[in-house]
RNA sequence: GGGUUCGUGGUCUAGUUUGGUAGGAUCUGCGCCUGGGGCGCGCAAGAUCGGGGGUUCGAAUCCCUCCGAACCCA
């Protein structure tokens, strides 16, 4: 930590005692478990598997980080709106590719009451082929577009054995925003608006670092023409896919009949986008990411509660100590925090161990001194530090304090991912450093469908996943150098990919 | 996809091998005590032992089946 972000010379580290007996980095799977149930974030004892209860604290969080993604979609001039969750099967099946990718997940409503349905209904895995029956009929003239809409809601896939709360549900719930262009170069660039959205919202506000994937030819989305996926790297080395954006080209709008007349008067082909933030999923990365031996560690402006205020009474000063502690909270409120004073007769130790697992950014300790003094006690969760300043810094503190709380959250985690990237040579080397929780850069023969085979046999001999080529080293046109080989196949190298385990 | 372990008050758990009174801890409520990093005492309340079926005089325990969960490997 530079000078100027240290909080103030006199502040004093409070020694680490560890909440969890699970250490997060060796046991990440049983920490995960066990930090969910603690802090009441998701109960899983909703009887049907691959269905939970998100509870108040995570369901509060998760719609903070939905109006800051909703507030920079809108930004970017989209607009809300609300299809409806089922879809008739026969709209279901008009895309060839997006059927065969999906069938295999989705739920079907076959009944109401005792009546068989006359046509099936599928529970939206995904809503293109619920929305664009419709895009057919708004789209008439190139007055029309482009044509950008998101919605915010849930989504059913029937998932493997494997679910877990919130990475991995047979109900999600997400922000899915579907565009419609009059050519391919302005999706293209809507695709780079996307990434640019996920960028501002992953990183600066929820604080995960991410790095944006082309998809290999044989990974992307059913019916698209590219997809470009951002993953982050959970504390057990895997990684974790995020936000995804899909270039469709004119796949849907051939099959769904969305075409707009030009300024000339001919009728053209449009083309489309579609990205899907899962909210929850990135809730669970999130959490995971930032989390210690003690519990949740919330980003400043996605905390659930951000303030807590403990007061510390001796019996004959409660009335004085509280009345304190309410005008410092009356003051937090008015600049629109999420405080909380915490009046329980628990002990204060007591106290703070448990909103330290909770995650709560800042927790301010009011006594006798600070009544006496005129001044407050604070401390972080981040950095586990304790200062004292006086009651007239408060609002300013607080201010500067949780935008560095973020930005260190941000920091730490950028720097544990750039250290998991590391190269390779060959096969061997590859199976020992992804099974050590790195992920590796290598040389790669194609991202078309002649190099699937290489990653075949690299899922198989290490059940490693290939990620795709990292965005930036398109823009900059990154290649391998003249001579470096695909170590799989021994062709020569047409890009760098990266290669590692996955959720 | 394969494997392992498991389901008993709200929570965690003993009891299952060898069928016979469901025991404890914690949480909760009330009363006291206490308070600058996990106090303590007392009282009370809380369970058709995951669901269904079977064997038996008798099932948490044995058998069948369904539902659900955790972890490991692919």
């Known amino acids: 930590m530079s000078k100027n972000e240290s909080m103030n010379e006199n502040a004093s580290t409070v020694s680490e005692i560890e909440t969890f007996n699970i250490d997060k980095e060796k046991n990440f799977s049983e920490w995960f478990t066990?930090?969910?149930?603690?802090?009441?974030?998701?109960?899983?004892?909703?009887?049907?598997?691959?269905?939970?209860?998100?509870?108040?604290?995570?369901?509060?969080a998760m719609k903070k980080m939905f109006d800051y993604y909703e507030r920079e979609l809108d930004k970017f001039g989209h607009e809300p709106v609300i299809f409806p969750m089922v879809i008739p099967e026969s709209n279901f099946q008009v895309e060839k590719d997006h059927v065969e990718g999906f069938t295999p997940e989705v739920f079907w409503i076959e009944r109401a009451g005792e009546e068989v349905l006359e046509e099936r209904l599928a529970l939206r895995p995904t809503s293109e082929t619920a929305m664009y029956p419709l895009y057919s009929l708004w789209v008439r003239s190139w007055r029309d577009l482009p044509l950008k809409l998101y919605q915010s809601g849930s989504v059913f896939r029937y998932e493997g054995k494997s679910t877990r709360p919130f990475l991995r549900g047979r109900e999600f719930i997400w922000i899915e925003s579907h565009n419609v262009f009059k050519t391919m170069e302005e999706a293209i660039a809507q695709t780079r608006e996307d990434m640019q959205i996920a960028y501002n919202v992953m990183t600066k506000i929820f604080g995960i670092p991410i790095i944006y994937f082309q998809r290999p030819e044989w990974d992307k989305f059913a019916g698209a023409v590219h997809t470009y996926a951002a993953d982050t790297l959970m504390p057990d080395g895997k990684f974790l896919q995020l936000p995804s954006t899909h270039l469709l080209g004119s796949n849907f709008a051939e099959a769904f009949n969305i075409t707009y007349t030009d300024q000339n008067g001919d009728e053209k082909i449009a083309y489309q986008t579609c990205y899907g933030p899962a909210i929850s999923r990135i809730f669970g990365g999130m959490i995971a990411v930032h989390g210690d031996n003690n519990g949740l560690i919330f980003p400043f402006d996605v905390a659930p509660k951000q303030i807590i205020i403990i007061p510390i009474p001796k019996k004959k000063d409660i009335k004085h100590i509280e009345e304190y502690c309410i005008e410092i909270e009356k003051i937090l409120v008015n600049e629109g925090y999420r405080v909380k004073i915490d009046l329980s007769d628990d002990r204060p130790g007591d106290k703070y161990y448990f909103w330290e697992m909770k995650g709560v950014p800042l927790r301010l300790e009011i006594g006798n001194k600070e009544v006496r003094e005129k001044k407050i006690t604070l401390f972080r969760r981040d950095s586990r530090e304790k200062i004292t300043f006086p009651f007239d810094d408060l609002v300013n503190t607080i201010a500067e304090l949780g935008a560095n709380l973020t930005k260190n959250l941000r920091n730490k985690a950028q720097k544990r991912f750039n250290e998991s990237i590391t190269d390779a040579e060959t096969l061997d080397e590859l199976e020992e450093k992804v099974n050590d929780k790195k992920i590796c850069k290598i040389p790669w023969c194609s991202l078309d469908l002649d190099g699937e085979e290489c990653a075949m046999e690299i899922k198989d001999q290490l059940a490693a996943t290939v990620r795709g080529r990292d965005m930036r080293e398109i823009d900059e046109d990154i290649r391998p150098k003249e001579g470096e080989k695909c170590f799989i196949c021994g062709k020569s190298a047409t890009c760098y990919v990266y290669v590692g385990k996955q959720y």
């Open 34 to 60: 066990e930090i969910v149930k603690r802090a009441e974030l998701a109960d899983m004892r909703y009887n049907v598997k691959g269905f939970v209860v998100y509870r108040a604290f995570a369901t509060i």
